[in-house]
């Protein structure tokens, strides 16, 4: 089945610095590949998703790179704020498929 | 709020016990997913239901059964309970359920059993 991993599991930055969340999948079928946060007690929220036939897609503050050639995609946060602390999950997936397979997550927290 | 309604929001039982929990999609959305989440764990796929129909399944133990009724609503049941099943449980829907569609997740429920 499909392994899906992030790096790094944890991450802290200062308020104001960016922060880089990978990951890396298996299934070379993958070809759409969210990104989910979840605010602690909260439930998960899609914030940004790309397609395979597109490279980058950038929105506001956060941005979604895809390296389909080497299996991993990877989110991007500028300008980092308290409120981006959170858990951070991929969930690359062959489109049209029934299911979406998560990562492992990634605990965020921007240090004021 | 992302209107998917889930009940009860806790539920605390003991070992060997049977509970139900109960998910309401998003007006409008046909497809009911149900995943389990432990402490300081990731979303572990369990089931997906579409049009009444099971569609898809991951890591779903015997003990756990779960169907869509005609009206959308959908219920999990987790039978025989083991102290490991406690976890938060969320339902998300989404209009067609394919993985191009962004599921909602509801609250979640959090199971406890002592």
């Known amino acids: 089945g499909e392994n899906v991993e992030q790096h790094p599991s944890t991450l802290s930055v200062q308020e104001g610095d960016s922060a880089v969340i990978k990951c890396t999948y298996s299934?070379?079928?993958?070809?759409?590949f969210p990104w989910y946060k979840q605010e602690l007690g909260k439930r998960p929220q899609l914030i940004i998703d790309i397609r395979s036939n597109v490279g980058e897609k950038k929105d506001q503050r956060i941005a979604v790179t895809l390296n389909k050639t080497a299996k991993h995609f990877s989110l991007h946060i500028t300008e980092t704020q308290p409120e981006d602390s959170a858990v951070y999950f991929c969930a690359p997936s062959p489109y049209n498929t029934d299911k979406l397979i998560f990562g492992t997550g990634t605990r965020l927290q921007v240090f004021p | 709020d992302s209107g998917v309604t889930q009940t009860p929001k806790h539920l605390i039982t003991a070992t060997g016990q049977r509970v139900t929990l109960r998910c309401s999609p998003r007006?409008?959305?046909?497809?009911v997913y149900w995943y389990q989440q432990s402490l300081d764990q990731g979303l572990q796929f369990l089931i997906q239901?579409?049009?009444?129909?099971?569609?898809a399944k991951g890591n779903i133990l015997e003990r756990f059964s779960a169907q869509q009724f005609p009206d959308l609503h959908s219920e999990l049941n987790l039978s025989s309970l083991e102290l490991g099943d406690s976890a938060l449980y969320f339902c998300?829907?989404?209009?067609?359920?394919?993985?191009?569609?962004?599921?909602?997740f509801g609250p979640g429920t959090r199971l406890t059993v002592l």
């Open positions: 998300a829907s989404s209009v067609e359920g394919t993985s191009r569609d962004e599921q909602f």
């Open positions: 299934d070379s079928a993958s070809n759409y």
């Open positions: 239901y579409y049009n009444g129909e099971e569609r």
């Open positions: 007006s409008g959305d046909l497809s």
